[in-house]
Nanobody, 115 residues
C-alpha cells in the first residue's frame, strides 16, 4: 500500500509563499497522474493542480498563475509552489492520484493565510 506524506504547510501572510511537498513510499509519479487537493472548513475537497506521468500540468482557475506543480520522480516527491497566497487559499492540502482508485489519504498539511 502506497503511503503519502504531505509537508511544508504553515501560517503565512497574504501575498506570501509556501512550498508543499508530497513524499510517496513508492515510484508512483512516473506511472500515475497525481494532484494536489485542498479542503477548507465546511467545504468539499477540491483538486487544485495535477501533473501527468509525462509532466503535463493543469490548474484550477482559482490558482492559475500563482501555483506551480512539479515532481522529482527519482525522489518519489511532488511539490506545490504557492505564491501570492490569499486568505481563501486557507485549507488542508493533500496529494493523491487524479484517476482510478485513489490511494489512502495522508494526514495533509495545513496552510493558513492570515494577517
Amino acid at each position: 500500500q502506497v503511503q503519502l506524506v504531505e509537508s511544508g504547510g504553515g501560517l503565512v501572510q497574504p501575498g506570501g509563499s509556501l512550498r508543499l511537498s508530497c513524499a510517496a513510499s513508492g515510484s508512483i509519479f512516473s506511472i500515475d497522474a497525481m494532484g494536489w487537493y485542498r479542503q477548507a472548513p465546511g467545504k468539499q475537497r477540491e483538486l487544485v493542480a495535477d501533473i501527468t506521468s509525462g509532466g503535463i500540468t493543469n490548474y484550477a482557475d482559482s490558482v492559475k498563475g500563482r501555483f506551480t506543480i512539479s515532481k522529482d520522480n527519482a525522489k518519489n516527491t511532488m511539490y506545490l509552489q504557492m505564491n501570492s497566497l490569499k486568505p481563501e487559499d486557507t485549507a488542508v492540502y493533500y496529494c493523491n492520484k487524479v484517476q482510478g482508485i485513489l490511494f489512502r489519504w495522508g494526514q495533509g498539511t495545513q496552510v493558513t493565510v492570515s494577517t
